[in-house]
């Protein structure tokens, strides 16, 4: 029902994000994976008719979004990565205002206020000033005031940044719960890869404004379907270990871990046994080693050479 | 601490837009003052010479016809007529205005355009055409010569019509028209009572007084004056200006954690304070000094002088520093950045204003001037001129005591309001 | 759009520090401006080393025959301390047969006055030469001539149209402070999100514009407003009775003031160069405009063209004229005219400014 037709938005002489094209069913729950700096929020801007794009087109209903706004703006609600509300009004009067500013009124605006203020559980605080809330309650009355007007479409700009894991699952769960059983078309953006694992049918994933890959999660994770990835717990780093390591013929990447070496390595061969003949010849005692299935974080870094959180 | 402040200047260097802002606008307000005002000295006032109507009443020569037969009918002998009839044309007002009116000297000023009618001079007032309408009425002289000669109870009245009161070629008709009466008052009352033995001699243009200040030094020029003014408004706008940063700090959450390291809740007040006073030094020091190399403001004055200037200026930014962590304090306190933004600038505005850094306010009322003796900038901008008025510093001190004070109590105000406990 | 009017007010009336603050400083503010009203005269202190407490009181009974000026008796330490305190710009010495002007500063109303104290003494001079050399004793000064000044509109002495065109001036220009810094909110709105929030919503931008700034243009006719009931009021200063020319002055400037804020807010991108920018803007605008001194003084062909631009000139001009003159809306068509399209032209690039900003801002 939405897509992007190489979208790109350039500032200046910077590419924030260059011809991409990704596309939204309904129903669908998709996760935007990158960095900082990726270009997701530039991206998720565009699509959600706030920001000009420089070329390229959006589409929803295949007819183009930017040329008649209204149209999509009317089902779509979107969570910025801020917190993006009026802080000395309390919950209830913020919800109040973007509620009538999307139409809504009346009786009806109350009850959906109600129902909103007990999904995202601050019934008991409505009436205190947002500016008093702790970070994870700023959070949900974000993502709350988004809500109001059931959007048939939700973008999400990585609306757990900085808050405590029981808020983070709470978020987590309330969206999930919003796809799943509501049928809410989600977009979420984030760079914890964790999240979109979690809770994403498709992935894109995004770094220097292009889409370096996409798919569902098993497709992406099947780009690594060669590939295994080892850890290997060390009692001290040895920089002669990891050059050795990396010349392995079977071994395509190695990077340093807090006590010691993540490798990814074609599968097969006798690699446990290299491995273990170069720590004696090093004489870098090993104090563990663990295989791994691969995660998205691996993905990425299979295609870029960083991790996510560089 | 040191990093502290080296922290809030480097951020202010960093942000040049900002940092020229604060330090050159003063600037531009001192060069518009300079264009307006710099030539509005004692002596010398310059203004285009504007039109004025004149409606005449009837001739001369049908006045003194009149005259001839008021003569006659008081029962005057008929061979003293003539001779008080010439004595009548020497003296009419009318000829004696109008020609005055058409004086070289006067014209530099105001440019007469006859009018016929009273009725077409009043429509190019309307219009603007002419500044004003002078009208000498029909029977003018008569009355005039009435009064003097048979010292009738009559007065000759010359009406003048104007748009506004308050327009300064107003008071340039009216003074050449005034100075006109009393002269002839003068005159004509003298001639009365010498019974015409006096010679009539104009007054003279002597002066018979002079202009002296308090000390050796020239009085203070009206572009001094709104230097040091604005100079103490904009040092004073420096305040807001920083605590406003402080906020945006404290959003960054800059300030919590600072407050997490070990350093002390003063030390914060204290860069707060010491990078106000600097920032407001060097605004003071570079207003005074351009100004001065642009339009020579303080040129001429000794050495002596300009380390006087600079202590008061250092006196000047310490209080302004003080301001600042109050500003800072409550900032913090009321967490909203509304209250330095709008209650600083607001409250700096008003300071100014009673201060006197707009227009001399003990024109208004002199309790106003005492008030604003009292404000920080009010109190400085009267040392700032004692200085310049050649004052010595022993009798400069006094303010400059008043205004250590108020730094003193506003530190300790502002350490009592800042937020013991870490906000965020 | 009333949504977004509504809560403007509701988030004014949240910020019970920012309300006080305004309220309070607007009514300290016109109590000041009350105090400037108050006096009607110059007056000027006098002293005198020589002559006897008798002579002195002739020479003042002698200066106050006119009444353009108030001379008071004093002496030489009191006006000497009030010179240096600056509490007062100049005073006369009285003697025999000479003054001395004691000047701490200039002043524009000097020379007038020192004009009119030379004009007595020489008159008195020459009184006293005929009266000496004729031997007759004093001479009656008759009153022969006189000159009657009138307004085309009915106004008292030039003194109270200065200081009326003071209280109207600084009244706006106070305004244009309070309307300008509430405005700030709209950068901070860019910055906090909230306005990204907006545009993303069904609300159209006009919508969105036109609430804003409506809230704005209401605040600052209300601060006028109440700044000119206290001063009828509470304060006594008569403003006629032409509600309808001076509401209409009233909007227009303050749609002028509110496109300039849009202006300014497209060109500065912080709250904090705002905070610098905005008494830049004010206060030169004021000066350029004759909110602190009569136009006439200004003979710079430069400034007196900027002077044609600055919106405050046209309030002041237009105000003066409803007050003042009488004059009707439609005499009143250059000011209000003059308002108008400057608030249009401010408004047009001030908005296409904002947009240009927020093409480059993502959430
Ligand atoms: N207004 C702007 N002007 C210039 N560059 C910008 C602007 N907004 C974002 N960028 C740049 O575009 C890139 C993408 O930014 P963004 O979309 O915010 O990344 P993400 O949300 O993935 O962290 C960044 O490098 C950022 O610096
Ligand atoms: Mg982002």
């Given at each position: 029902?939405?897509?992007?037709?190489?979208?790109t938005?350039?500032?200046?002489?910077?590419?924030?994000?260059?011809?991409?094209?990704?596309?939204?069913?309904?129903?669908?729950?998709?996760?935007?994976?990158?960095p900082?700096?990726?270009?997701?929020?530039?991206?998720?801007?565009?699509?959600?008719?706030?920001?000009?794009?420089?070329?390229?087109?959006?589409?929803f209903?295949n007819?183009?979004?930017?040329?008649?706004?209204?149209?999509?703006?009317?089902?779509?609600?979107?969570?910025?990565?801020?917190i993006a509300?009026?802080?000395?009004?309390?919950?209830?009067?913020?919800?109040?205002?973007?509620?009538?500013?999307?139409?809504?009124?009346?009786?009806?605006?109350?009850k959906?206020?109600?129902?909103?203020?007990?999904?995202?559980?601050?019934?008991?605080?409505?009436?205190d000033?947002?500016?008093t809330?702790?970070?994870?309650m700023?959070?949900?009355?974000?993502?709350?005031?988004?809500?109001?007007?059931?959007?048939?479409?939700?973008?999400?700009?990585?609306?757990?940044?900085?808050?405590?894991?029981?808020?983070?699952?709470?978020i987590?769960?309330?969206?999930r719960?919003?796809?799943?059983?509501?049928g809410?078309?989600?977009?979420?953006?984030?760079h914890?890869?964790?999240?979109?694992?979690?809770?994403c049918?498709?992935?894109?994933?995004m770094?220097?404004?292009?889409?370096?890959a996409?798919?569902?999660?098993d497709e992406?994770?099947?780009?690594?379907s060669n590939?295994?990835t080892?850890?290997?717990?060390?009692?001290?780093h040895?920089?002669s270990?990891?050059?050795?390591?990396?010349?392995?013929?079977?071994?395509?990447?190695?990077?340093?871990?807090e006590?010691g070496?993540?490798?990814?390595?074609?599968?097969g061969?006798?690699l446990?046994?290299?491995?273990f003949?170069?720590?004696?010849?090093?004489?870098t005692?090993?104090?563990?080693v663990?295989?791994?299935?691969?995660?998205?974080?691996?993905?990425?870094?299979h295609?870029?050479?960083?991790?996510?959180r560089? | 601490?040191?990093?502290?402040?080296k922290?809030?200047?480097?951020?202010?260097?960093?942000s040049?837009?900002?940092l020229?802002?604060?330090?050159?606008?003063?600037?531009?307000?001192i060069?518009?003052l300079?264009?307006?005002?710099?030539?509005?000295?004692?002596?010398?006032?310059?203004?285009?010479a504007?039109?004025?109507?004149?409606?005449?009443?009837?001739?001369i020569d049908?006045e003194?016809?009149?005259w001839e037969e008021?003569?006659?009918n008081?029962?005057?002998?008929?061979?003293?007529?003539?001779?008080?009839?010439?004595?009548a044309e020497?003296?009419?007002?009318?000829?004696?205005?109008?020609?005055?009116?058409?004086d070289?000297?006067?014209?530099?000023?105001?440019?007469?355009?006859?009018?016929?009618?009273?009725e077409?001079?009043?429509?190019?007032l309307?219009?603007?055409?002419?500044?004003?309408?002078?009208?000498i009425?029909?029977?003018f002289?008569a009355?005039?010569?009435n009064a003097?000669m048979?010292?009738?109870d009559?007065?000759?009245?010359?009406s003048?019509?104007?748009?506004?009161?308050?327009?300064v070629?107003?008071?340039?008709?009216?003074?050449?028209?005034?100075?006109?009466?009393n002269q002839f008052?003068?005159?004509?009352?003298i001639?009365?009572?010498?019974?015409?033995?006096a010679?009539?001699?104009?007054?003279?243009?002597?002066?018979?007084?002079?202009?002296?200040t308090?000390?050796?030094?020239?009085?203070?020029?009206?572009?001094?004056?709104?230097?040091?003014g604005m100079g103490?408004?904009f040092?004073l706008?420096?305040?807001?200006?920083?605590?406003?940063?402080?906020?945006?700090?404290k959003?960054?959450?800059v300030?919590?954690?600072?407050m997490?390291?070990?350093?002390?809740?003063?030390?914060?007040?204290?860069?707060?304070?010491?990078?106000?006073t600097?920032?407001?030094?060097?605004?003071?020091?570079?207003?005074?000094g351009?100004?001065?190399?642009?339009?020579?403001t303080?040129?001429?004055?000794?050495?002596r002088?300009?380390?006087d200037l600079?202590?008061?200026?250092l006196?000047f930014?310490?209080?302004?520093?003080?301001?600042?962590?109050?500003?800072?304090s409550?900032?913090?306190?009321?967490?909203?950045?509304?209250?330095?933004?709008?209650?600083?600038?607001i409250?700096v505005?008003?300071?100014?204003?009673?201060?006197?850094?707009?227009?001399?306010?003990?024109?208004?009322?002199?309790?106003?001037?005492?008030i604003?003796?009292?404000?920080?900038?009010?109190?400085?901008?009267?040392?700032y001129?004692?200085?310049?008025?050649?004052?010595?510093m022993?009798?400069?001190?006094?303010?400059?005591?008043?205004?250590?004070?108020?730094?003193?109590?506003?530190?300790?105000?502002?350490v009592?309001?800042?937020?013991?406990?870490?906000?965020? | 759009?009333?949504?977004?009017?509504?809560?403007?007010?509701?988030?004014?009336?949240?910020?019970?520090?920012?309300?006080?603050?305004?309220l309070?400083?607007?009514?300290?503010?016109v109590?000041?401006?009350?105090?400037a009203?108050?006096?009607?005269?110059?007056?000027?202190?006098?002293?005198?080393?020589?002559?006897?407490?008798e002579?002195?009181?002739?020479w003042?009974?002698?200066?106050?025959?006119?009444?353009?000026?108030?001379?008071?008796?004093?002496?030489y330490e009191?006006?000497y301390?009030?010179?240096?305190?600056?509490?007062?710009?100049?005073?006369?010495?009285?003697?025999?047969?000479?003054?001395?002007?004691?000047?701490?500063?200039?002043?524009?109303?000097?020379?007038?006055?020192?004009?009119?104290?030379?004009q007595?003494?020489?008159?008195?001079?020459?009184?006293?030469?005929?009266?000496?050399?004729?031997?007759i004793?004093?001479?009656?000064?008759?009153?022969?001539?006189?000159v009657?000044?009138?307004?085309r509109?009915?106004?008292a002495?030039?003194?109270?149209i200065?200081?009326?065109a003071?209280?109207?001036?600084?009244?706006?220009?106070?305004?244009?402070?309070?309307?300008?810094?509430l405005?700030?909110?709209?950068?901070?709105?860019?910055?906090?999100?909230?306005?990204q929030r907006l545009?993303?919503?069904?609300?159209?931008?006009?919508?969105?514009?036109?609430?804003?700034?409506?809230?704005?243009?209401?605040?600052?006719?209300l601060?006028?407003?109440?700044?000119?009931l206290?001063?009828?009021?509470?304060?006594?200063?008569?403003?006629g009775t032409?509600y309808?020319?001076?509401?209409?002055i009233?909007?227009?400037?303050v749609?002028?003031?509110?496109?300039?804020g849009?202006?300014?807010?497209?060109?500065?991108?912080?709250?904090?160069?705002?905070?610098v920018?905005?008494?830049?803007?004010?206060?030169?605008?004021?000066?350029?405009?004759?909110?602190?001194w009569?136009?006439?003084?200004v003979s710079?062909?430069?400034?007196?063209?900027?002077?044609?631009?600055?919106?405050?000139k046209?309030?002041?001009?237009?105000?003066?004229g409803?007050v003042?003159?009488?004059?009707?809306?439609?005499?009143?068509l250059?000011?209000?005219?003059?308002?108008?399209?400057?608030?249009?032209?401010?408004?047009?690039?001030g908005i296409?400014?904002m947009?240009?900003?927020?093409?480059?801002?993502s959430?």
């Amino acid at each position: 029902m939405l897509e992007t037709k190489d979208l790109t938005k350039r500032f200046k002489s910077k590419t924030a994000v260059n011809q991409v094209n990704l596309y939204l069913e309904k129903g669908e729950s998709v996760g935007l994976l990158g960095p900082n700096g990726a270009g997701k929020s530039t991206t998720i801007s565009m699509v959600a008719t706030l920001l000009p794009p420089t070329s390229g087109k959006v589409r929803f209903n295949n007819t183009d979004a930017w040329k008649n706004p209204q149209a999509l703006r009317q089902v779509l609600g979107v969570v910025p990565q801020e917190i993006a509300l009026y802080e000395e009004l309390s919950a209830y009067e913020n919800m109040k205002f973007f509620g009538k500013v999307y139409g809504l009124k009346g009786k009806l605006l109350e009850k959906r206020i109600e129902e909103v203020l007990d999904l995202i559980g601050l019934t008991e605080r409505k009436k205190d000033a947002v500016r008093t809330y702790s970070g994870g309650m700023k959070r949900r009355i974000n993502i709350g005031v988004t809500l109001l007007h059931e959007p048939e479409i939700l973008i999400m700009d990585e609306p757990t940044v900085g808050i405590d894991p029981q808020s983070r699952n709470y978020i987590l769960d309330m969206i999930r719960e919003l796809n799943r059983s509501r049928g809410i078309t989600v977009l979420y953006t984030s760079h914890y890869m964790e999240e979109v694992e979690k809770l994403c049918d498709r992935v894109y994933i995004m770094d220097h404004g292009e889409i370096i890959a996409s798919g569902t999660n098993d497709e992406l994770k099947s780009i690594l379907s060669n590939e295994e990835t080892i850890h290997i717990t060390v009692q001290t780093h040895s920089l002669s270990f990891e050059e050795k390591l990396s010349q392995l013929p079977a071994v395509t990447q190695v990077s340093e871990e807090e006590q010691g070496y993540k490798v990814i390595a074609s599968k097969g061969e006798n690699l446990l046994e290299d491995i273990f003949e170069l720590s004696r010849q090093t004489q870098t005692k090993i104090t563990g080693v663990s295989l791994q299935t691969p995660s998205l974080e691996d993905v990425f870094l299979h295609l870029t050479g960083r991790t996510l959180r560089d | 601490m040191f990093s502290l402040i080296k922290k809030d200047t480097l951020i202010l260097t960093r942000s040049r837009s900002d940092l020229t802002e604060l330090l050159l606008m003063p600037f531009i307000l001192i060069a518009i003052l300079g264009l307006a005002l710099g030539n509005l000295t004692l002596s010398e006032f310059t203004i285009n010479a504007f039109p004025v109507a004149l409606v005449q009443g009837q001739s001369i020569d049908r006045e003194l016809e009149d005259w001839e037969e008021v003569l006659e009918n008081r029962g005057v002998p008929d061979d003293t007529i003539p001779l008080l009839t010439s004595q009548a044309e020497a003296m009419a007002p009318g000829i004696q205005l109008s020609t005055l009116l058409n004086d070289d000297e006067v014209a530099e000023w105001i440019q007469v355009v006859e009018y016929a009618s009273n009725e077409d001079a009043l429509e190019a007032l309307d219009e603007g055409e002419v500044a004003g309408v002078i009208t000498i009425p029909d029977g003018f002289n008569a009355s005039v010569w009435n009064a003097v000669m048979f010292d009738e109870d009559e007065t000759g009245v010359i009406s003048l019509e104007v748009q506004n009161f308050d327009n300064v070629t107003t008071d340039i008709i009216r003074s050449v028209l005034s100075t006109y009466a009393n002269q002839f008052n003068l005159e004509a009352s003298i001639a009365v009572a010498t019974e015409g033995g006096a010679e009539a001699s104009g007054l003279s243009d002597d002066n018979y007084g002079e202009i002296t200040t308090l000390t050796a030094a020239d009085p203070i020029s009206s572009f001094q004056y709104y230097t040091i003014g604005m100079g103490v408004m904009f040092a004073l706008h420096t305040a807001p200006a920083l605590a406003s940063r402080a906020f945006k700090e404290k959003k960054q959450h800059v300030f919590g954690r600072l407050m997490i390291s070990r350093m002390s809740p003063l030390t914060f007040l204290g860069s707060k304070m010491i990078s106000g006073t600097i920032i407001t030094f060097l605004q003071l020091g570079i207003l005074f000094g351009l100004s001065t190399l642009i339009f020579g403001t303080l040129r001429g004055y000794p050495l002596r002088f300009w380390i006087d200037l600079g202590m008061l200026s250092l006196a000047f930014s310490l209080v302004v520093g003080a301001i600042t962590s109050l500003l800072t304090s409550i900032t913090l306190y009321s967490n909203s950045d509304a209250s330095s933004g709008f209650f600083g600038g607001i409250l700096v505005t008003l300071f100014a204003f009673v201060g006197g850094s707009f227009t001399p306010v003990e024109q208004f009322s002199e309790a106003l001037r005492s008030i604003g003796n009292w404000t920080p900038n009010g109190a400085m901008m009267t040392a700032y001129l004692q200085l310049m008025q050649g004052f010595n510093m022993s009798e400069i001190s006094p303010l400059v005591t008043r205004v250590a004070g108020m730094t003193a109590v506003l530190l300790v105000i502002s350490v009592g309001l800042f937020p013991k406990r870490r906000l965020d | 759009m009333w949504t977004v009017f509504k809560l403007q007010w509701i988030r004014l009336f949240k910020q019970p520090t920012l309300l006080i603050t305004f309220l309070g400083m607007t009514l300290v503010f016109v109590y000041f401006l009350a105090g400037a009203q108050g006096e009607q005269t110059i007056t000027i202190p006098t002293f005198s080393e020589t002559l006897s407490q008798e002579e002195q009181s002739d020479w003042l009974d002698r200066l106050n025959e006119e009444e353009t000026f108030e001379f008071i008796e004093s002496d030489y330490e009191t006006v000497y301390e009030d010179i240096r305190m600056n509490e007062r710009a100049f005073a006369l010495g009285l003697e025999e047969d000479r003054y001395q002007f004691l000047i701490g500063r200039e002043d524009m109303e000097i020379s007038t006055l020192i004009q009119y104290v030379n004009q007595i003494y020489s008159e008195e001079q020459r009184l006293e030469q005929v009266s000496e050399s004729f031997g007759i004793g004093e001479i009656n000064v008759g009153s022969y001539i006189l000159v009657e000044t009138t307004g085309r509109t009915e106004a008292a002495s030039s003194n109270e149209i200065y200081r009326m065109a003071v209280v109207v001036g600084m009244s706006l220009y106070f305004s244009v402070y309070s309307i300008l810094y509430l405005m700030t909110n709209l950068v901070e709105e860019k910055q906090t999100g909230t306005w990204q929030r907006l545009i993303f919503s069904p609300l159209t931008k006009t919508r969105l514009y036109a609430g804003q700034l409506l809230h704005y243009m209401l605040v600052g006719v209300l601060q006028i407003t109440l700044a000119l009931l206290i001063l009828r009021y509470l304060v006594g200063i008569e403003f006629g009775t032409n509600y309808l020319e001076i509401g209409v002055i009233i909007i227009c400037f303050v749609f002028a003031i509110v496109s300039l804020g849009m202006l300014l807010m497209g060109l500065v991108g912080s709250p904090q160069q705002l905070q610098v920018v905005i008494p830049i803007v004010a206060t030169s605008m004021a000066m350029l405009g004759g909110a602190f001194w009569p136009l006439e003084v200004v003979s710079n062909r430069i400034l007196l063209f900027l002077a044609e631009l600055m919106p405050i000139k046209y309030g002041i001009q237009g105000m003066m004229g409803a007050v003042l003159q009488d004059r009707t809306l439609s005499q009143l068509l250059e000011p209000i005219g003059a308002l108008i399209l400057t608030g249009i032209i401010l408004m047009g690039v001030g908005i296409n400014l904002m947009e240009r900003v927020s093409e480059n801002q993502s959430i």
